[in-house]
């Protein structure tokens, strides 16, 4: 809301815009008589109105120059239809009476801004059209189109009588034809009709087409560049959903701009508003999902609710074309109501995301408080139009750079494209920082846990130990650990903690030191003493281990905590039942005896070789580990591997030397 001490200046301003508009009115309609327009010093282009003559209804003998017209009301272009009391009318004729220099030739009459299809008359004869003129009518033209007049219909004396009978249009406030099918967009021109030297006409159409469609290249080509960053990120970052959602919502804007600059450039037409409003609805759901998953929000039930309804907003005004409504236009409403409804949403969201120290949040909402003003007023604005609290539409003010004009609109749409590409720079970047800190705190992990895991396998006399560990990612949750008891036999425990990531290299880590520190030489006792130090730490997640002791002479003890059974042969060798470590206290895990002979070896393994996965999704599975077993560490893990590595894979062998 404006502070009060700006509104006496305001109401100032907008009384002096309204007054001067008003007396150049007057001074157009007191110059200019539909009956007798004088073109004889026609140069290059003389615009024709805005008085005309005008007629409803549909009769061919309108267009003749002969026709009697004297009955005929005087009225002007630069009203409504409504204002002189017309409404709901089929067809409507404006007819000028030009008088020429004698022998004129080489003219054209040049049409632009109309409302409605249209069909052009010199002398009674017709020269040209633009839409169909029959069925629902949704033709409306921006640019300049030039209609070439025959030498042979202009008088030696040089009289002209121009006619344009015009179809009108289904949608207006009140009805067919209650707008005005005939205007211009540039305040000092008469009316959306010009009398064109042949020679200057080509000249006017391209300056003409340049003017209507700068500001859908501009905007159209911001979007696009913004959209392909996007996509870019989108591609390279898949996990951040957001980046899918932006090259929606910046790409379905482009289409939309290709769109108004295909309408700009040649005509508005029904197929082409429902394109725009297919892209203007698909824009408008994916600005929301975007700022919902840059603030982390889940996505309710009344949210999707209102995300529906946006994208159906597009698709209100389609009503208005279709002439439905009363005295306030129903496509109107159907049209603002929804976007203003996710103005306020998006406000809100960011707002609160801003309060909870959202960086992205303070970035996009002074875009979004931009770009929501332009709608609200061009809501309130044409409300008040509508029902006739004004006579006429009070635009915000436009920057003109050169002979081009930007309105407020359009400096919106680029602030807010300008911002959505800076954020998506900006996002990226710290993203990358992000990355960056996260890889270098990765390669630290990845490096200690190479070296603790080396520090893994002492020496074992009396033993042959082949150890074997290929980590899925640059750190993984496995362990094992051999180390010789003092009696001269052999230890060794396998591992798999839960979880991936630098969350389960912290465990390993923890774990490896809890198992130094162990003094113990019995498997189960190890167990029994890991679990009840893991559960010490408020960290959540389990852990399966596999612990064996063999003695020189070949005899064996070992238990098991949720894991792989251990092999030899090609053999397993059940264990008593056992919960991983980790889960409940005062664990008891019941060890196994028996003797490893000369000539066998035992393996152990973690689930990372079970679980391997072919690319046809077939598991390596159990039939093809049990003889797997009797090749090398290396030879396992390897197989694994090349199978399809799905998880950390660990192989440790076990043998007597002699």
Request: glycine share 8%.
């Amino acid at each position: 809301m404006l502070p009060r001490t700006f509104r006496p200046a305001i109401c100032l301003l907008l009384a002096v815009a309204s007054g001067t508009l008003a007396c150049a009115q007057t001074k157009a309609l007191a110059d200019n008589d539909p009956r007798n327009t004088d073109a004889s010093q026609f140069g290059q282009r003389v615009s024709l109105g805005p008085n005309w003559l005008f007629a409803p209804g549909d009769n061919p003998a309108y267009a003749s120059p002969t026709f009697d017209d004297s009955r005929w009301r005087t009225i002007s272009t630069d009203k409504q239809l409504f204002d002189y009391g017309i409404r709901d009318n089929r067809y409507g004729w404006y007819r000028l009476h030009i008088h020429l220099r004698p022998g004129a030739r080489n003219l054209d009459i040049g049409v632009e801004h109309t409302f409605g299809s249209y069909e052009v008359y010199a002398n009674g004869v017709r020269i040209g059209s633009n839409g169909n003129t029959g069925g629902l009518v949704r033709f409306a033209q921006r640019t300049l189109v030039a209609y070439p007049i025959p030498d042979s219909l202009l008088t030696p004396q040089g009289d002209l009588v121009l006619a344009l009978r015009f179809s009108l249009d289904a949608s207006g406030s009140l009805g067919h034809g209650t707008s005005s099918p005939l205007r211009t967009a540039n305040p000092a021109a008469a009316s959306g009709v010009y009398l064109l030297s042949r020679e200057a006409a080509p000249r006017e159409i391209s300056y003409a087409i340049a003017h209507a469609t700068y500001d859908d290249i501009l905007l159209g080509g911001l979007s696009l560049l913004a959209g392909l960053v996007a996509l870019a990120l989108c591609l390279a970052m898949r996990s951040q959903r957001e980046y899918l959602a932006a090259t929606i919502f910046l790409l379905a804007s482009t289409a939309f701009y290709c769109v108004w600059f295909w309408d700009d450039s040649r005509a508005y037409t029904f197929p082409s508003y429902w394109l725009a409003a297919l892209f203007h609805g698909i824009a408008n759901f994916a600005i929301i999902e975007f700022v919902r998953l840059v603030l982390y929000r889940p996505r309710s039930r009344w949210l999707l609710v209102l995300e529906i309804a946006a994208f159906l907003a597009g698709f209100g005004q389609l009503l208005s074309i279709a002439g439905l409504g009363g005295s306030v236009n129903v496509g109107f409403f159907t049209f603002y109501l929804p976007l203003l409804l996710v103005d306020t949403l998006l406000l809100v969201m960011l707002v609160q995301g801003w309060r909870r120290g959202n960086r992205e949040a303070r970035v996009l909402l002074p875009a979004v408080v931009v770009l929501s003003f332009g709608q609200y007023w061009g809501f309130f604005n044409t409300l008040a139009f509508y029902v006739h609290i004004f006579p006429t539409a009070h635009l915000l003010p436009v920057l003109p750079i050169g002979s081009y004009r930007f309105t407020i609109v359009d400096s919106e749409d680029f602030v807010f494209y300008v911002t959505m590409l800076l954020f998506l720079v900006l996002r990226t970047v710290a993203i990358a920082r992000e990355r960056a800190h996260a890889a270098a705190e990765l390669e630290a992990a990845h490096t200690t846990q190479q070296l603790l895991l080396a520090r893994s396998s002492q020496a074992t006399p009396g033993f042959e130990v082949e150890s074997v560990y290929l980590p899925a990612s640059e750190v993984g949750g496995d362990f094992f650990l051999v180390s010789s008891s003092p009696d001269g036999g052999l230890i060794a425990i396998v591992g798999d903690v839960s979880g991936k990531g630098l969350i389960a290299a912290m465990r390993v880590a923890m774990i490896l030191g809890i198992l130094r520190r162990e003094d113990s030489w019995e498997p189960a006792a190890v167990l029994h003493n890991l679990n009840e130090a893991l559960l010490t730490h408020e960290e959540h997640g389990f852990t399966t281990a596999c612990c064996v002791r063999i003695e020189q002479d070949g005899r064996y003890s070992l238990a098991n905590a949720g894991h792989l059974y251990p092999y030899i042969d090609g053999k397993e060798i059940v264990t008593g039942p056992g919960l991983p470590l980790g889960i409940t206290s005062d664990q008891h895990y019941v060890p196994v005896s028996g003797i490893l002979q000369a000539d066998q070896k035992l393996v152990l393994v973690s689930d990372g070789v079970l679980e391997a996965r072919s690319a046809s999704g077939e598991l390596l599975g159990f039939d093809r580990l049990a003889p797997l077993t009797l090749k090398s560490a290396r030879e396992i893990a390897d197989t694994a591997k090349a199978f399809g590595q799905q998880d950390d894979i660990t192989a440790l062998t076990l043998a007597r030397t002699a």
